[in-house]
């Protein structure tokens, strides 16, 4: 093994800290300034619910164990196991290097995997969730826990309470609760308002698309806006060929993100049937943006841009936006066309 390659190390670490995500994280940047050096680090965690059924909440958890992921030289990893508690390398006894590593192939392909178990949540805050009238959810902490329901739709809802129809027996009982988390069972069908929600969901699909080419993590707000929306809209059927194009190219994108690729190559399939019938010159720009990030080949972007600069008249929201959006990728990493 050549030390002065950098490779993708398979280590154990061994930490007091629940929180081993962020630990890990800010572990491996201290001592990077330290020493000057240039690790990356890849610790993939999944979220569950904590046991206390009063006052549970989401937590984050180590999807591997002890296991992690760091990338850099021989030495500099060596040195990390030498000085920095709880790292240790993984031993290769079958293989001609000593040490465990995997390709850059390899674990690009498992990231998607963990992208699925890092952001398939197990319930939903209700205050990051927009519940329709028909979704059936059920309470996931507190005095009401495991009771199911339909939602009822209400204006003015106080204290962040919500109304569900419980049916006992013969009769349909409706129950005013606080419940700060719910897990959505079924989700309403022929939901209302798609149009509006399609619109409605690209700046969240944008935000999103920038932490999947930054590897940063989502926050739970923006993850749920992710699934709640490709589980809301998986099976809606519009009946305009041009929206409804519109509609698969932002699930397969969401679905990328989150690591559902099964669902992705789904949308992905009916959005090339579809993809002819688009022909407004800002969503072509669009689905250029899109597909580019993530299928990391770069070499559109500029001929997406000008579409957007070549539109006459003064420019929308949405257009101003989506410019913003081409010249961020096209700044913030200069490397881009040189890779397509």
Not at 39 to 61: C, Y
Not at 149 to 155: F, L, V
Request: net charge neutral; proline share 3%; charged share 25%.
């Amino acid at each position: 093994m050549d030390d002065n390659n950098r490779f993708w190390f398979v280590l154990n670490y061994i930490s007091p800290s629940f929180n081993r995500r962020e630990r890990v994280e800010r572990v491996i940047e201290k001592f990077n300034t330290s020493v000057k050096s240039d690790l990356d680090v890849f610790a993939p965690t999944f979220v569950e619910m904590s046991q206390d059924a009063e006052n549970g909440k989401p937590v984050e958890r180590p999807l591997l164990y002890h296991y992690v992921f760091v990338r850099g030289c021989l030495d500099d990893v060596r040195m990390l196991c030498r000085t920095v508690t709880g790292f240790s390398f993984v031993l290769n006894y079958a293989g001609e290097n000593r040490y465990m590593t995997v390709t850059p192939a390899s674990l690009e392909a498992f990231r998607i995997i963990a992208r699925l178990y890092e952001y398939k949540l197990p319930c939903f805050s209700v205050d990051n969730v927009t519940l329709e009238q028909g979704d059936e959810v059920e309470v996931m902490v507190g005095p009401f826990a495991g009771l199911t329901g339909t939602y009822i739709s209400r204006k003015g809802a106080s204290q962040g309470n919500i109304l569900i129809s419980v049916t006992q027996s013969l009769a349909a009982v409706a129950y005013d609760i606080r419940a700060d988390y719910v897990r959505v069972i079924r989700f309403a069908k022929d939901s209302k308002r798609a149009y509006d929600q399609i619109e409605a969901f690209i700046p969240r699909l944008l935000m999103a698309l920038r932490c999947y080419h930054d590897g940063t993590k989502m926050d739970s707000l923006l993850i749920s806006h992710l699934v709640v929306f490709c589980r809301r809209m998986e099976d809606v059927r519009l009946n305009n060929d041009k929206v409804d194009s519109k509609l698969q190219l932002l699930l397969m994108t969401a679905n990328m993100i989150l690591g559902n690729m099964d669902d992705y190559f789904k949308a992905k399939t009916r959005f090339d049937r579809l993809a002819r019938q688009i022909t407004n010159q800002l969503t072509q720009a669009l689905v250029i943006l899109l597909t580019s990030v993530v299928s990391h080949d770069y070499s559109g972007l500029e001929n997406g841009l000008s579409l957007i600069e070549s539109k006459e008249g003064k420019p929308s929201k949405f257009q101003s936006m989506l410019a913003s959006e081409y010249k961020y990728y096209l700044s913030v990493d200069s490397s881009c066309l040189l890779k397509a």
